[in-house]
T-cell receptor, first 111, second 112 residues
Framework: QQQVKQSPQSLIVQKGGISIINCAYENTAFDYFPWYQQFPGKGPALLIAIRPDVSEKKEGRFTISFNKSAKQFSLHIMDSQPGDSATYFCAASKGGSRLTFGEGTQLTVNP | NAGVTQTPKFRVLKTGQSMTLLCAQDMNHEYMYWYRQDPGMGLRLIHYSVGEGTTAKGEVPDGYNVSRLKKQNFLLGLESAAPSQTSVYFC???????????FGNGTRLTVT
């Protein structure tokens, strides 16, 4: 049972464009929603995270939008750069326990 | 400060063989995790530990065992490897609660 569903599976964006990755969750008890970035041959690393008491969080070019009623959250990458090419995972957890990850999105930013 | 170190980086096993993957962290983290990563399936939790001497099952624990005898080490064992266990295995640790997970660089295991 996949409690966090992520789309699209892959995404190709031109340099300077906006990349958008979406996630939907089922468990209304989830209270922590991070995004992880993974480069080839490396482990994932935390990119940005949000809690359900806010609808948006921005860090530089990266923004999380959160819709509690729809049980959805998304990652927006503004002014996408070739260096952003990586695999992105959304995740969710409740009460500081184990993270449940989405399936992953492979982002390619063309120069 | 090495962070999370996984050994080995690569391994090829024959069906039925056994092996142990070692994870070591030097950040004095309480929580440690083993995930497997397969294409299109994201990261799935195998086993985890919330402190020295404790272990618990994750989403996909069958065929694996773990031990956490020392706070800094978390071992993942495969007693009788199967081709379905071909995957990339990641170890991760965190200080507590919702502090960020720190991942190692993975072990690529192939079972033939």
């Amino acid at each position: 049972q996949q409690q966090v569903k992520q789309s699209p599976q892959s995404l190709i964006v031109q340099k300077g464009g906006i990349s958008i990755i979406n996630c939907a969750y089922e468990n209304t008890a989830f209270d922590y929603f991070p995004w992880y970035q993974q480069f080839p041959g490396k482990g994932p690393a935390l990119l940005i995270a949000i809690r359900p008491d806010v609808s948006e969080k921005k860090e530089g070019r990266f923004t999380i939008s959160f819709n509690k009623s729809a049980k959805q959250f998304s990652l927006h990458i503004m002014d996408s750069q070739p260096g952003d090419s990586a695999t992105y995972f959304c995740a969710a957890s409740k009460g500081g326990s184990r993270l449940t990850f989405g399936e992953g999105t492979q982002l390619t930013v063309n120069p | 400060n090495a962070g999370v170190t996984q050994t080995p980086k690569f391994r090829v096993l024959k069906t039925g063989q056994s092996m142990t993957l070692l994870c070591a962290q030097d950040m004095n983290h309480e929580y440690m995790y083993w995930y497997r990563q397969d294409p299109g399936m994201g990261l799935r939790l195998i086993h985890y530990s919330v402190g020295e001497g404790t272990t618990a099952k994750g989403e996909v624990p069958d065929g694996y065992n773990v031990s956490r005898l020392k706070k800094q080490n978390f071992l993942l064992g495969l007693e009788s490897a199967a081709p379905s266990q071909t995957s990339v295995y990641f170890c991760a640790s965190k200080r507590d609660g919702n502090s960020p997970l720190h991942f190692g660089n993975g072990t690529r295991l192939t079972v033939t």
